[in-house]
T-cell receptor, first 117, second 116 residues
């Protein structure tokens, strides 16, 4: 049973560039959330996608955007990269419960390590 | 504003000892409190979780104690083993009204080292 798959595992970008990170949710899951984990910190919520729509958003600028596809996979896009965007980006999937409310159970991927130079 | 405060930052415990990690939260709307374990190069994995209507939950060697009035909860790892060496995060979430879901607010983490 495949868990959450993220690609690429590592990425180096130059300041000002744009980056796209990809996530395939765990089989049977339909909701994808993205988190940013800076070195030595806990993950911080970026946004969540359900039914191909952004349902919730954390305190991140519009440079961070996303998309969910009909097969539930998702992309995270970051424009105009800053040095401070260097972090581990985690994708977490879950299964929505009744009325679209997500059940309490995330499965995290191993993340994409983004380094901005 | 940090909504979940976790301590200590690091912890060294002898094999067979008890590891205790504490968290405090501010938002009384939080209604779900999970603990995650993260090994280097991996994503966080759910260890155990509790809701505020229960004061304690035990799963194997792992126990969560919850004090709603103090807005605190803690993780106890009994008979700690070298394989438990990892970073542990407490988290909290609240349900949102309407269609949608919940987001996790994490503490800053505790690096646990269990020495033989």
């Amino acid at each position: 049973d495949a868990g959450v798959t993220q690609s690429p595992t590592h990425l180096i970008k130059t300041r000002g560039q744009q980056v796209t990170l990809r996530c395939s949710p765990k089989s049977g899951h339909d909701t994808v959330s993205w988190y940013q984990q800076a070195l030595g910190q806990g993950p911080q919520f970026i946004f969540q996608y359900y039914e191909e729509e952004e349902r919730q958003r954390g305190n991140f600028p519009d440079r961070f955007s996303g998309h969910q596809f009909p097969n539930y996979s998702s992309e995270l896009n970051v424009n105009a990269l800053l040095l401070g965007d260097s972090a581990l980006y985690l994708c977490a999937s879950s299964l929505a419960g009744p009325q679209g409310r997500v059940a309490y159970g995330y499965t995290f991927g191993s993340g994409t390590r983004l380094t901005v130079v | 504003q940090q909504q979940v405060k976790q301590s200590p930052q690091s912890l060294i415990v002898q094999k067979g000892g008890i590891s205790i990690i504490n968290c405090a939260y501010e938002n009384t709307a939080f209604d779900y409190f999970p603990w995650y374990q993260q090994f280097p190069g991996k994503g966080p994995a759910l260890l155990i979780a509790i809701r505020p209507d229960v004061s304690e939950k035990k799963e194997g060697r792992f126990t969560i104690s919850f004090n709603k009035s103090a807005k605190q909860f803690s993780l106890h790892i009994m008979d700690s083993q070298p394989g438990d060496s990892a970073t542990y995060f407490c988290a909290a979430s609240r349900g949102d009204s309407g269609a949608g879901s919940y987001q996790l607010t994490f503490g800053k983490g505790t690096k646990l080292s269990v020495i033989p």
